[in-house]
């Protein structure tokens, strides 16, 4: 099983939440975790100084990437239009990433809750690791 990490986890392992850095580690030690440009994008509008950003750079030049194929946005287009009828406004980049992860079959490790409105997604332990 391959694991398509958010940004939202990310965040909390680059601020050393323990539990986060712990799975985090443990998932990179497996060889399971797969990044896309649309998370490290995300990250690297966040970053504060150049220290942090070639850490971000030296990280995920070492993670398998993934990136959205033609097939991705119009699945990604029609479940954001099926859940707004639903009166559920999910943000384009995770309609996106849960697309990614359902197409290829992989689980997504997220704090996002929006992401358990998507049909087909499997959400990477759901219930252990929650932000307060």
Do not use: C
Not at 70 to 84: N, P, S
């Amino acid at each position: 099983m391959k694991v398509l990490v958010d940004t939202s986890v990310w965040i909390y392992f680059f601020r050393g939440r323990e539990e986060i850095v712990k799975e985090i580690k443990k998932l990179l030690h497996q060889r399971k975790i797969v990044i896309t440009g649309i998370v490290v994008t995300e990250l690297l509008q966040g970053v504060k100084n150049e220290k942090e950003r070639k850490l971000l750079e030296e990280i995920f030049s070492y993670l398998p990437w993934i990136e959205p194929q033609k097939e991705d946005y119009f699945h990604a287009g029609i479940i954001g239009k099926e859940l707004r009828s639903k009166g559920i406004t999910i943000p384009v980049v995770d309609l996106l990433l849960g697309t990614m992860a359902i197409r290829r079959k992989y689980h997504i490790f997220t704090l996002d809750r929006h992401f358990k409105f998507i049909p087909g997604v499997k959400i990477y332990k759901e219930k252990q690791i929650l932000p307060e």
